[in-house]
T-cell receptor, first 110, second 117 residues
């Protein structure tokens, strides 16, 4: 049974810092992993998709890595800004559905 | 390409009434997923459909909830005899056909927020 865990549940850091969000999954037989961002009261925005054959993906200040063998993915945010404040969710496929972690609530302090 | 369209964005119902939430997938997407997000909770899978077929409804409550995706028109999540515990954000996502490029890569709508008084 695939379970997705995200640590930490919440994180507050000063503006400008680099930070890492963690995601772990129990079943390493995945073919992709997605990171999403959710702003309060809003829907989900896809940030990065990593296929199982890839080790990492980059988009601007975001870099996501994937280590299937250890069941882990990290989302690295460089030079954080107040606009990065949101909840970040990772998601992996399980059978015919996508399973989400509970997310990390990130607050960037100006 | 308008993306995944959900309506209504906000819906208020009294206990015992029915709620209908609609989702139009992205153009070219043939699969629709419904998720529920309770306050302070993560996204919970409810149901996965393709047109005229429910593929997986393992996350749907056994009673009062139903979903459909007809040949024409949007997918509909229907909640009968709503109770206060049904208050949540309901998100729809769509994906390309299975086996196609990007299968299981989800694009989400903005959600429908149901409040039961």
């Amino acid at each position: 049974k695939q379970e997705v865990t995200q640590i930490p549940a919440a994180l507050s850091v000063p503006e400008g810092e680099n930070l890492v969000l963690n995601c772990s999954f129990t079943d390493s037989a995945i073919y992709n992993l997605q990171w999403f961002r959710q702003d309060p009261g809003k829907g989900l925005t896809s940030l990065l998709l990593i296929q199982s054959s890839q080790r990492e993906q980059t988009s601007g200040r975001l870099n996501a890595s994937l280590d299937k063998s250890s069941g882990r993915s990290t989302l690295y945010i460089a030079a954080s800004q107040p606009g990065d404040s949101a909840t970040y969710l990772c998601a992996v496929p399980r059978d015919d559905k996508i399973i989400f972690g509970k997310g990390t609530r990130l607050h960037i302090l100006p | 390409n308008a993306g995944v369209m959900q309506n209504p964005r906000h819906l208020v119902r009294r206990r015992g009434q029915e709620a209908r939430l609609r989702c139009s997938p992205m153009k070219g997407h043939s699969h629709v997923y419904w998720y529920r997000q309770l306050p302070e909770e993560g996204l919970k899978f409810m149901v996965y459909l393709q047109k005229e077929n429910i593929i997986d409804e393992s996350g749907m409550p056994k009673e009062r909830f139903s979903a459909e995706f007809p040949k024409e028109g949007p997918s509909i999540l229907r909640i009968q005899q709503v109770v206060r515990g049904d208050s949540a954000a309901y998100f729809c996502a769509s994906s390309p056909p299975v086996g196609g490029t990007g299968a299981n890569v989800l694009t989400f709508g903005a959600g429908s927020r149901l409040t039961v008084l």
